[in-house]
């Protein structure tokens, strides 16, 4: 047979593991440095058949001075288009939904897109680094005030720190109303044990945070507020800190208390709930992820405790990924494969990179592929080092590529969202990344070569748990 039969057969092979075709690969936001038009940061969000991609629109920004992120010289954006077909159309023309303005303060920019749609609800959260600070260059000082009665009074001076800003749309995106959140988030980690004084100021032992950009994730098990239990992941100076929210975003806390390191070396990371409730943290690191997991002893009252971190860096049956260090996705579906036997699927996100060695980070972030394993019983979760090995590799592009992430939509494909077709670009004295904002909708079938697919019963999770 030759090549070209080879290649037919193969599609028709694949076009046969669903009743419709997906969509191919659409580019929603695409990057023209000649026209000064420049994109970075991809988040996405499903609900039924509606989808919303956000990215930063970075257009603005006249100097890269803090590497195009906040902070740089200009002004940063969140812009999104949205889908209400499952990413076979898409609106035209893509609406701001939190606008950097202002040569300086908290609306100068906003970026690092987090989000999340509240299943119950339908409201809509997003997340963001803001302000004009960079992340390398934020600091937290305390103030210590007299008071008459001859006590201390002490507060967080956030004046060159980086920012937290909170949205909300309760009508699908349209409108977004928020705030700073900065202090709250700050105060977090603001114990007595943590900081030192000198003179009346001194430091915090977290000084510098923004929320992992891409998805918030919602626990499909546990409410003990007013909302479904969501879950996201700082990044610090103390590495990657999670933290979680019984009532949609109004208020956070440390999962495992403000004491708890998961990943003390971790990067930047996202976390997901395995079957059970439990709550797997997957952190960017060189070359690999670092895996950890939080086990409840009380749900209710988010009681438990951390397991050690373990780091996945085999270029075989591991998550490597060569020579860079790159955010990504970790998720976790439900499946049957031919015997029908309720699995899991654990799907985990990043760029394999690519062995010619490069000095410059945009050729040697390439290759975005989706690695999975096959979570087959509680024992293949019981522990981080569980996630070490035992993963596939599918390649969704070989181009110079980036960060990535995604969700499951109405009808159990993954809806990815992933930068492609990445340049460096000069950007006033600095030099800058872009990439093309880009999409597609893949089946499990597709990502599997076919050995499994999507389940949706309600019974699966059941089922499984309680499987000899």
């Not at 090549?3 to 191919?24: E, G, I, R, Y």
């Not at 812009?79 to 609106?91: I, L, P």
């Not at 976790?332 to 899991?344: E, F, L, N, W």
């Not at 992430?405 to 030099?431: H, L, R």
Request: neutral net charge.
């Amino acid at each position: 047979m030759n090549m070209k039969s080879l290649f037919l057969t193969a599609t028709a092979a694949v076009a046969l593991l669903s009743s419709a075709p997906l969509p191919a690969q659409q580019v929603l936001f695409k990057s023209q440095p000649d026209r000064h038009v420049h994109y970075r940061i991809p988040a996405i969000m499903a609900q039924g058949k509606t989808l919303w991609y956000f990215t930063d629109d970075r257009s603005q920004v006249t100097d890269a001075t803090a590497w195009g992120d906040i902070g740089s010289v200009g002004n940063i954006s969140i812009v999104c288009r949205k889908s209400t077909d499952g990413g076979r159309t898409w609106q035209p023309e893509p609406t701001t939904a939190i606008e950097g303005r202002g040569d300086s303060g908290f609306d100068r920019g906003h970026g690092d897109a987090a989000v999340v749609c509240d299943r119950e609800t339908g409201k809509l959260l997003l997340i963001c680094a803001s302000g004009d600070v960079s992340y390398g260059r934020s600091d937290v000082s305390v103030k210590r005030d007299e008071q008459p009665d001859g006590t201390s009074r002490y507060s967080l001076d956030l004046s060159r720190a980086q920012q937290v800003g909170r949205y909300y749309s309760t009508d699908g995106g349209k409108t977004w109303q928020g705030e700073n959140i900065a202090a709250d988030i700050y105060r977090l980690y603001d114990t007595a044990s943590e900081a030192t004084y000198d003179d009346g100021r001194g430091k915090v032992a977290v000084e510098r945070l923004f929320f992992a950009s891409g998805r918030i994730c919602q626990s499909a098990l546990i409410k003990a507020g007013s909302s479904y239990r969501i879950y996201s992941v700082l990044t610090t100076n103390q590495g990657s800190l999670v933290i979680y929210s019984d009532d949609f975003g109004s208020s956070w806390q440390p999962l495992g208390g403000a004491a708890a390191r998961p990943a003390p070396k971790g990067d930047e990371a996202k976390v997901e709930e395995l079957p059970d409730g439990s709550v797997l943290l997957s952190c960017r690191m060189l070359g690999g992820r670092y895996f950890n997991i939080f086990r409840y002893t009380s749900a209710p009252k988010a009681a438990g405790h951390w397991a050690e971190p373990v780091a996945s860096t085999s270029l075989s049956g591991g998550t490597a990924g060569q020579d860079n260090a790159t955010n990504g996705e970790i998720l976790i579906v439900p499946a049957t494969g031919k015997d029908k036997r309720p699995v899991y699927i654990a799907l985990q996100s990043l760029p394999f990179g690519n062995t010619k060695g490069s000095p410059r980070n945009v050729e040697r972030r390439s290759h975005v592929s989706v690695y999975w394993k096959v979570l087959g019983s509680k024992a293949d979760f019981d522990t981080p080092d569980r996630f070490l090995t035992g993963w596939t590799r599918y390649e969704v592009t070989a181009a110079n590529s980036a960060y990535s992430t995604m969700a499951v939509d109405g009808k159990g494909n993954i809806a990815f969202a992933y930068e492609d077709n990445g340049q460096q670009i000069k950007c006033g004295s600095q030099n800058m990344e872009v990439y093309d904002m880009t999409f597609q909708s893949l089946s499990l079938e597709t990502i599997t070569g076919g050995a499994y697919r999507y389940s949706g019963k309600s019974s699966h999770r059941a089922t499984f748990l309680n499987a000899e």
